[in-house]
């Protein structure tokens, strides 16, 4: 009886909320959300944008501890209803000037952060640190400058994000600021030279921000939110420089974090399995990977839908994960699909310039190639390979373009050139793309790295199998497998290319008992592969741990550890 008449109540404000704001009436924070969902049930578009208008209403709905989905679905709605209601926001609170407190607008910077709207919370966060006083509230100045760095790397404007880092980072007195946890701050520096490709710097600068929340008083002190952050940017780089333990103890307690401090349908949630995604694939457990995707696709879909970033970034996620998982079966629909869709959500929300335009060309070139592969018609398969061409050469113009010449992502297609090229029988052409790949990682990352060893092994494979040219490829065959091994164990995935690559090698240049002793480490591997997928095959990525560690106790578990 009460939630019926609570119910009616409600849907009568809806339909007359100009008149009850007019009169100075205000909703409990409690009602607002009930509010946004009777807008959206009954289509009252209208109604939600004069919601989003009215300026302590929505200050009350962004204030809220924990920010509702129906808040962010509400925003998509009208986003999807061309009202672009993000600029609106923005150009109304610059207009408000100092009317609104300074720490208010950080949250609805804030807020379009979450939402995807990057530009337009960092065209609101430019105007704010530029009319606060630096006599005024320290936090809110660093605060803002550190949300800069985010808004920038996520627009792809790295001087301007190292820029705004420079000023915080001057900015900072430990002592006037004990406020505020400098080692935020650190995390977006990593996170910076981590899109970049600069991991070692970006490894130094996660160790740092992790130092400064590493203490119980200072850990739990700091917002849970942030915290969180901290432990994402620094998985992702210690995933980059092979630190996986690390990687996964930290992700794993960022996601237990996140449940329970947004729930499981939360965009915010979403946003952390995406990382986790990203370390599961990089620690080899791709089927765990592609559920964890899946998930936070699922839930990015049904907050945002088709016309945000988020989406095509969770959807890009995806499809590579899947292509990868696809890869032994040949069957690429799937992956296809996702890409496809990220692409076009990226071609319509984006300038022709945005780096993420190289990442989804990338892909689906790579599915391209594959489906080109197993193409019998010459016409159609010719047709594949010239359209994967054309994307790979797009992906790399825009990454030499904006990353420069020496940049592990720009080594990188020049190795999918490689592979192409391959495919395509232009083999001098595929050497050269593989050497200069090799070349820019060796110079980068040293003799010792495993992005390295993927690069040695493809060149080697193009010695052995299309230029005959067994010489040369051995000592490569040889110098990739032991990266491998040292980095990763005899258990490694990667490992099976290279085996069958020698297996080969040695059959042809008739010589048995080389390729019976690498045909007896290839089923070796395979056993270690049956057994590392049962050890595995019972566990549930989505699983949250049963009582949740402090953040303390898990970086002194880490700490520990390392010694």
Known sequence: MVQGLQKLCIDSISRHWQSFI?????????????????CMENDRISVLHQIFHSKETFLQLVDAKDRSVALYKSMQLLIDSDIPIHEELTDLFIKEGKKTEYSRLIKVCEFLMECGWYKAAGKLLSHLYRTMSPLGNRYNIL????????????????????????????????LKDKDFNVGVLYAEECFRHYCLSNFNEADEWADRALSEIFLPQISESLPTCLCITVLRRAAKVYINTRRFDRAE???????????????????????????????????????????????????????FGDNNMKTAVAHEDLAYATYVYDYNNGNYAKSLEHAERSIAIVNNLLAPDHLLHASTSRLRALILEELAFDEINTRRKDK???????????????????????????????????????????????????RRAIRIKESLLGPENFELALSLGHLASLYNYDMKRYEDALPLYQRSIDIALRMFGPGFSGLEYDYNGLIHLYTVTKQPEQSMMYLMKLHQWRDLREAFYERHQHEDPLSNSQSIRSTSEVLSALLISDQ
């Open 22 to 38: 007019s009169n100075g009436y205000q909703l409990p924070e409690v009602y607002l959300v009930d509010l946004l969902d009777c």
């Open 143 to 174: 605060i803002a400058l550190t949300h800069l760095i985010s808004t920038n790397i996520a627009e792809c404007k790295f001087k301007r994000a190292k820029d705004a880092f420079v000023k915080a980072n001057t900015f900072y007195d430990p």
């Open 249 to 303: 103890a930290l992700i794993r307690h960022a996601v237990d974090l996140a449940a329970v401090l947004y729930g499981t349908s939360h965009p915010l949630y979403a946003d952390t399995l995406q990382d986790y995604g990203f370390c599961l694939l990089h620690l080899d457990l791709v089927s765990e990977c592609v559920v964890v995707y899946s998930k936070a696709v699922e839930i990015i879909d049904s907050v």
């Open 384 to 434: 594949l390979l010239r359209e994967a061409q054309e994307l790979h050469n797009r992906s790399l113009k825009l990454c030499r373009s904006i990353l420069g010449e020496e940049n592990i992502q720009t080594a990188k297609h020049y190795g999918n050139l490689g592979r192409l090229y391959q495919s395509m029988n232009k083999f001098d052409s595929a050497e050269k793309m593989h």
